[in-house]
């Protein structure tokens, strides 16, 4: 089975400043999915930023991106000059290819200071 | 965008009784739902995968005769949950799948459940 790990309950970081969340996650499988998935208070789920395994190339998508290091099985989230509205929790996903079903990290609480 | 409507969003209810939840793909086909229950501030627990067409499969753990999923058209999932409790109060999520290509997954807004 698939496990997927945020160990940061929560961080914080300045207005303007960059942020770095981490995630890693344990599989035996050679082709998946990663997600960054954010969830603000009015719950409503957001993708952020999706990785494929196959690629080597880190995505991303305008202030937002990660640091794949797939031997490591590690899948960080940089989020620069952090913005009021970017406070939600963040969740780390995985999807094994084969299988189509989403698995969750525990999620990290960002809370971005004026 | 793949939107996904879920209704209602909050609901209370009376011990006992039973509450239909609705997931609507409202421009794309779904062959595959998703259905999550969340505690405040905690991660998405998967309860079941719910297929056009055939039985939901439901994860380890969750009573299927309790929560009652139905997915009879690429376009609408219905969770119901029957004999409700207090301890059903949580916040539930659909997501759907896009039939083709790599659209991934859409999430509905979530439905908040208060069992009185």
């Known amino acids: 089975a698939q496990t997927v790990t945020q160990s940061q309950p929560e961080m914080s970081v300045q207005e303007a400043e960059t942020v770095t969340l981490s995630c890693t996650y344990d599989t035996s499988e050679s082709d998946y999915y990663l997600f960054w998935y954010k969830q603000p208070p009015s719950r409503q789920m957001i993708l952020v930023i999706r990785q494929e395994a196959y690629k080597q190339q880190n995505a991303t998508e305008n202030r937002f991106s990660v640091n794949f290091q797939k031997a490591a099985k590690s899948f960080s989230l940089k989020i620069s000059d952090s913005q009021l509205g970017d406070a939600a929790m963040y969740f780390c996903?995985?999807?094994?290819?084969?299988?189509?079903?989403?698995?969750f990290g525990q999620g990290t609480i960002l809370t971005v200071h004026p | 965008g793949a939107v996904v409507s879920q209704h209602p969003s909050r609901v209370i209810c009376k011990s006992g009784t039973s509450v239909k939840i609705e997931c609507r793909s409202l421009?794309?086909?779904?062959?595959?739902m998703f259905w999550y229950r969340q505690f405040p501030k905690k991660s998405l627990m998967l309860m079941a995968t719910?297929?056009?067409?055939?039985?939901?499969?439901?994860e380890q753990g969750v009573e299927k005769d309790k929560f009652l999923i139905n997915h009879a058209s690429l376009t609408l999932s219905t969770l119901t949950v029957t004999s409700a409790h207090p301890e059903d109060s949580s916040f539930y999520i659909c997501s759907a799948r896009q039939v083709r290509g790599r659209g991934g997954y859409t999430f509905g807004s979530g439905t908040r459940l208060t069992v009185v």
């Open positions: 421009d794309f086909q779904a062959t595959t």
């Open positions: 719910s297929n056009e067409g055939s039985k939901a499969t439901y």
């Open positions: 996903a995985f999807e094994r290819t084969s299988y189509g079903k989403l698995t």
